[in-house]
């Protein structure tokens, strides 16, 4: 496994569970999916980077 794939996945994970505590918090609604579709689009990027 490459390192940037390896850090891309260890970021996307970090911002999963950041997305997960906001959300468990109560934090707005607006906020816990800015921070989704981050990690979403994030956990794209490891992928496509696996991939390649």
Same mark, same amino acid.
């Given at each position: 496994?490459?390192?940037?794939? #390896?850090?891309?996945?260890?970021?996307?994970?970090? /911002?999963? !569970? =950041?997305?997960?505590?906001?959300?468990? #918090?109560?934090?707005?609604?607006?906020?816990?999916? /800015?921070? !989704? =579709?981050?990690?979403?689009?994030?956990?794209?990027?490891?992928a496509?980077?696996?991939?390649?």
């Amino acid at each position: 496994m490459d390192t940037s794939t #390896l850090l891309l996945g260890i970021l996307t994970l970090c /911002l999963a !569970g =950041v997305t997960f505590h906001a959300w468990r #918090l109560g934090n707005e609604k607006r906020d816990v999916v /800015l921070l !989704g =579709v981050s990690s979403a689009l994030l956990g794209t990027g490891t992928a496509v980077a696996a991939i390649l």
